[in-house]
């Protein structure tokens, strides 16, 4: 894959992560939800090389649901630690903005082989 269409991938799950954060996170869990989604953009990014979108030859459906895994399987080797700052509540919201970016970079694989396609 293109250094340019990496980075073209990149700008659009971010933008696709940021349209779904809360704007008004006025409590620990939804604040860690934010902070999740964050950690999610940037493990994309980091690890792109592993959730390549060009290394699989399945058909559409196939490659989708590769790429779900992948990605979801970076996610599950993220542990987090409580630190002095974090309460149970903002880490419980960082796991729920992790599940929520699963579910977020389907839909943008959806959307991007929809359009890839047409």
Do not use: C, W
């Not at 939800?33 to 979108?53: M, P, Q, R």
């Not at 895994?69 to 729920?96: A, M, W």
């Amino acid at each position: 894959m293109n250094t340019q269409k990496k980075k073209n991938l990149v700008r659009k799950f971010n933008a696709h992560i940021e349209m779904n954060k809360d704007k008004q996170a006025y409590s620990d869990f939804k604040e860690g939800v934010n902070k999740g989604l964050d950690i999610a953009k940037y493990a994309f990014e980091d690890n792109l090389e592993k959730i390549s979108l060009s290394d699989l030859d399945e058909d559409q459906d196939e490659r989708i649901k590769g790429l779900e895994n992948n990605f979801n399987q970076v996610l599950d080797g993220i542990t987090l630690s409580k630190k002095p700052n974090f309460s149970e509540q903002h880490l419980d919201g960082v796991y729920t903005g992790f599940e929520k970016s699963k579910k977020l970079f389907k839909d943008f694989l959806k959307e991007s082989f929809t359009l890839e396609n047409t």
